[in-house]
């Protein structure tokens, strides 16, 4: 059974830092086009940020400039680094792993960005 498992959200004030975590089991992360998602209470889920197989990364335009994902091979992990962080930012973050037809979803980690 394949396993996303996401880590690393909790609380920031505006202005901080936060770097979240995406361990996969069973699957070899490198195959796949990895993501991560966000969802705000009352909103659609929206990209954040993409890495390819390949290395590529790709941002949308409100997201550029302030966050960074990457990837561990070795560890079989994705991260997403988010700097500069904003209330609006606040939703449960998730992982995603594609290839082709198939999506494998994490589980979720929250982010809450408050003073």
């Known amino acids: 059974q394949v396993q996303l498992v996401e880590s690393g959200g909790g609380w920031v004030q505006p202005g901080g830092s936060l770097r979240l975590s995406c361990a996969a089991s069973?699957?070899?992360?490198?195959?796949?086009?990895m993501g991560w998602y966000r969802q705000a209470p009352g909103k659609q889920r929206e990209l954040v940020a993409t890495i390819t197989s390949g290395g590529s990364t790709n941002y949308p335009d409100f997201i550029k400039g302030r966050f960074t994902i990457s990837r561990d091979d070795a560890r079989n992990t994705v991260y997403l680094q988010m700097n500069s962080l904003k209330p609006e930012d606040t939703a449960v973050y998730y992982c995603?792993?594609?290839?082709?037809?198939?999506?494998?979803w994490g589980q979720g980690t929250q982010v809450i960005v408050s003073s």
């Open positions: 995603n792993a594609a290839r082709n037809t198939i999506n494998y």
């Open positions: 069973t699957i070899i992360i490198s195959w796949y086009n």
